[in-house]
T-cell receptor
Framework: KAGVTQTPRYLIKTRGQQVTLSCSPISGHRSVSWYQQTPGQGLQFLFEYFSETQRNKGNFPGRFSGRQFSNSRSEMNVSTLELGDSALYLC????????????FGPGTRLLVL | GEDVEQSLFLSVREGDSSVINCTYTDSSSTYLYWYKQEPGAGLQLLTYIFSNMDMKQDQRLTVLLNKKDKHLSLRIADTQTGDSAIYFCAERRGNYQLIWGAGTKLIIKP
């Protein structure tokens, strides 16, 4: 099976812009989680989707949003970008009934100038 | 990641055993994980342990869990240069989110 894929792999934006990142889970996985990784804050949970519904959300401002489609692909959107949003954004998927195991994609590295 | 603590660095000689330690705070955590991240790469799930277990072994990896002290360790036997990476400890809370440590960078000396 193909692993979790994320597009794009690298992105450069300027402050105030918005960005949309995409994640395709492993085939058959309906749970998709998003994480932000920065040198200062480490790995932080953003949100988790299952079957097109957001099941859980971390402590991020409303500028961070996400959605999941019927094919389980997920997107996350960040509006009004700030310099501090520069990070590696990681997506992970889990098999049904095995949410204790998460398989991560390679991440999207976002640089905000 | 302030709820899960790890040392930032560990240096070991090639062929020796590496022991990476982690402490967590939530006694209701259901699963505890070890992930590996190589430079420029995503996170690779190495192993995980259910909270009612004390030990789990998988080839060169041994996970020990002391639930009373909320202490988790990862032992890598016969450490090789390919083991150089950052190792993250994470705990799963009652909901679906993982709480992560800051990562321990494992440095292998020849």
């Amino acid at each position: 099976k193909a692993g979790v894929t994320q597009t794009p792999r690298y992105l450069i934006k300027t402050r105030g812009q918005q960005v949309t990142l995409s994640c395709s889970p492993i085939s058959g996985h309906r749970s998709v989680s998003w994480y932000q990784q920065t040198p200062g804050q480490g790995l932080q949970f953003l949100f988790e989707y299952f079957s097109e519904t957001q099941r859980n959300k971390g402590n991020f401002p409303g500028r961070f949003s996400g959605r999941q489609f019927s094919n389980s692909r997920s997107e996350m959107n960040v509006s009004t970008l700030e310099l501090g949003d520069s990070a590696l954004y990681l997506c992970a998927s889990s098999p049904d009934g095995r949410e204790e195991t998460q398989y991560f994609g390679p991440g999207t590295r976002l640089l905000v100038l | 990641g302030e709820d899960v603590e790890q040392s930032l660095f560990l240096s070991v000689r090639e062929g020796d055993s590496s022991v990476i330690n982690c402490t967590y705070t939530d006694s209701s955590s259901t699963y505890l994980y070890w992930y590996k991240q190589e430079p420029g790469a995503g996170l690779q799930l190495l192993t995980y342990i259910f909270s009612n277990m004390d030990m789990k072994q998988d080839q060169r990896l041994t996970v020990l869990l002391n639930k009373k002290d909320k202490h988790l360790s990862l032992r890598i036997a016969d450490t090789q240069t390919g083991d150089s990476a950052i190792y993250f400890c994470a705990e799963r809370r009652g909901n679906y989110q993982l709480i992560w440590g800051a990562g321990t960078k494992l440095i292998i000396k020849p």
